[in-house]
């Protein structure tokens, strides 16, 4: 079941006087939420081989996450890794998961989770973040999770909106950089 669902359903039985059913239902929903983190956890452990720090650093919040996305990792400094070894991390990171994530299927769920724990040493979604986290079987973005084409986006206002979708990297690469000589900054590439 999924959480938004646990969510609506519990409210029903607190309005028709069934609160301990109620309570009882949110405590379950709310699991879900940590076992997306366990899966976190599990996902840092593959991506970064030794992640022991990630049980101190890593703080789950129950917040949703900012914007339109199914989680985001929020810290403090820089990051930075080369490969799959992180060279500098931050001393607290925090998770945030959205609704819509835990209303998923477990794959997708790991999926983005690969996704974040790749942010734990890269925080742009560049070609060595891109290439762990498909080395993982990530998604590249969040937008991503069932199609493997490349979208080049371009910024409208304040989000970004698909203009052009490529099979292969390397042509939405050079298309994009051809577009970012032209209006710098504008543009995106998303998988």
């Known amino acids: 079941m999924g959480y938004l669902y646990s969510m609506e359903l519990s409210q029903y039985l607190e309005r028709a006087g069934y609160g ?3 309570k009882e239902l949110r405590v379950l929903a709310s699991t879900s939420r940590d076992q997306a983190f366990r899966m976190f ?5 593959k991506v970064w081989r030794n ?12 917040e949703e996450p900012k914007g339109d996305v199914l989680a985001s990792l929020a810290y403090a400094g820089n990051v930075r890794a080369i490969g799959d070894s992180l060279i500098v991390r931050s001393k607290h990171y925090t998770l ?7 209303a998923k299927d477990e794959t ?4 983005i989770m690969i996704h974040e ?4 040493g890269y925080p742009r979604h560049d070609a060595d973040f891109r290439r762990l986290v498909r080395e993982h079987g990530g998604a590249v973005s969040e937008s991503a999770t069932g199609d493997d084409s490349i979208k080049v986006q371009m910024k409208k206002g304040s989000r970004f909106e698909t203009i052009k979708t490529f099979d292969d990297e390397h042509e939405a690469m050079k298309w994009a ?6 209006n710098p900054g504008k543009y995106r590439m998303i998988q």
């Open 51 to 62: 992640s022991d720090f990630v049980e101190q650093a890593v703080t789950l919040s129950h």
């Open 117 to 120: 724990a790749v942010h734990l």
């Open 108 to 111: 997708t769920i790991m999926k």
């Open 20 to 22: 301990d059913l109620a």
């Open 177 to 182: 950089k051809e577009q970012m000589k032209i």
């Open 96 to 102: 945030r998961i959205a609704d819509a994530l835990l």
């Open 41 to 45: 956890k599990e996902a840092a452990r």
